[in-house]
């Protein structure tokens, strides 16, 4: 991380692309049109954050997610 002035820079929702929603109906009845629960909005900074910091470390793009240690050995040709 950087530092700008007194306050780090963090990854925000600003930082993320355009994101599709989608509404699939369950038949569970927990709220209208069988709807409970709308993803982990929360976790999709994450992704944007730690990408480009393994891609800084090892000089690689992993596009999968989540970034396991086997997935960063296998893009380094390792495995």
């Known amino acids: 991380m950087t530092c700008r002035g007194p306050t780090p820079d963090y990854t925000t929702m600003n930082d993320l692309g355009p994101i599709d929603c989608h ?3 369950s038949g569970l009845g927990y709220g ?31 596009t999968d997610f989540p970034i396991t ?6 893009a380094l040709g390792k495995i």
């Open 69 to 74: 240690p086997d997935r960063v050995l296998k």
């Open 23 to 25: 509404i699939l109906e």
């Open 32 to 62: 209208a049109y069988g709807l409970y629960g709308c993803s982990e909005g929360g976790t999709a900074c994450t992704t944007t954050g730690t990408g480009p910091a393994v891609h800084n470390a090892i000089g690689k793009w992993i």
